[in-house]
């Protein structure tokens, strides 16, 4: 590690790399740190992304780590305790307590997802307890699907997963009331609503077998569909004074992410944001994609400044 860099790059998943990759190639010094802690980590391989289809999410965050190297820049496993303003950049410290200076930041530290408080739900996540159709739903295809009602898109949910098979339940749990017209759309295409509190995920020596309301009843499922709340990923940053916007549907928050302009970049100077802490529906490919865009703005905006202090020398 050096002392100062054109760039931090905070979080080192797709945005983060990739933005990193884009640096590089224009030649500007690159540091990219990382807690890993890759929201996707525990799927067994990334969906929708061209040329990548089924790979490990850790190996797709390996390989993005040699692309970054090859190009000159340096990734370090750590977190981000505080940044600080420091001249016309910043001062980023290092839990272990090492600083370093940037002239611009990338932030890509991803999002938290919160699952509704049901036993057994978080053991199960990101294999057989799963939240996007487009991710994972073709890897459970023809499988007994239950989607548990926590927001008002359960109904949209449900629609989407009832393409991918015949035996798809909505279970009402304590989400929102479900309307009369959602329930008649879930029942003219044979999705059934399940009414009642859902108290665990009953389990087996294969993975999930069924969900156990309240009143004791075990509905038999192999695959449980939730909508989790997330929460942009801000650790250490607060001092920056980065916005979150939230999320809304119907006047339910879902969660929160940064407020961010087309390129990436937030109301801070100095300071982009790139996948899903900014944009929460981002699949690891969009996420690369906005990671790319956002290292393109950032390169551009140093040339600006470089090409400004060339200006006023030659005054």
């Known amino acids: ?18 933005g990193a990759v ?5 030649r500007r010094s690159v540091l990219v740190i990382d807690a890993g802690e890759q929201r996707n980590a525990p799927a067994e391989g990334i969906h929708n992304y061209l040329g990548r289809e089924g790979l490990n999410p850790l190996e797709l ?5 040699e692309e970054v190297a090859r190009y000159g820049g340096t990734t370090v496993k750590g977190r981000v305790s505080e940044v600080s303003r420091r001249d016309s950049g910043f001062a980023v410290t290092l839990d272990e ?13 991803g999002l938290k997802d919160e699952l509704p408080a049901v036993e057994g739900l978080a053991e199960h996540w990101g294999k057989n307890v799963i939240h996007c159709p487009y991710c994972h739903g073709y890897e459970h295809r023809d499988q007994a699907i239950g989607v548990l009602a926590t927001t008002p898109m359960a109904v949209h949910q449900a629609l989407m997963f009832r393409q991918l098979s015949a035996d798809v339940v909505v279970f009402a749990h304590t989400g929102p009331e479900i309307s ?3 329930r008649a759309q ?11 509190e859902v108290a665990a995920v009953e389990s087996g020596p294969g993975g999930v077998t069924g969900l156990r309301l309240t009143s004791g009843e075990v509905v038999a499922r192999q695959v449980v569909a939730v909508g989790p709340r997330f929460e942009a990923r801000l650790d250490g940053l607060k001092g920056l004074g980065l916005e979150t916007a939230p999320m809304e549907v119907e006047g339910f928050v879902l969660g929160t992410s940064l407020k961010v302009d087309p390129t990436g970049r937030t109301e801070v100077p100095g300071v982009w944001a790139a996948g899903n802490v900014a944009n929460p529906m981002a699949q690891v490919m969009v ?26 020398g030659a005054q």
Do not use: F, H, P, W
């Not at 590690?1 to 990739?18: E, F, I, P, T, W």
């Not at 370093?100 to 530290?109: E, F, G, P, S």
């Not at 879930?186 to 009642?196: H, I, P, S």
């Open 22 to 26: 884009a640096l590089g190639r224009s």
């Open 186 to 196: 879930l029942a003219a295409v044979g999705v059934r609503v399940v009414e009642g």
């Open 180 to 182: 009369a017209d959602g």
């Open 97 to 109: 307590g090492r600083e370093v200076q940037a002239r611009r930041l990338l932030i890509a530290t």
């Open 61 to 65: 965050v390996a390989v993005g780590r």
């Open 1 to 18: 590690m050096n002392d100062k860099y054109d760039v931090v790059v905070v979080g080192g998943g797709a945005a983060g790399l990739s």
């Open 287 to 312: 996420s690369a994609g906005q990671g790319l865009m956002a290292g393109a703005a950032i390169n551009g905006d140093l040339i600006q400044e470089e090409v400004r202090a060339a200006m006023a």
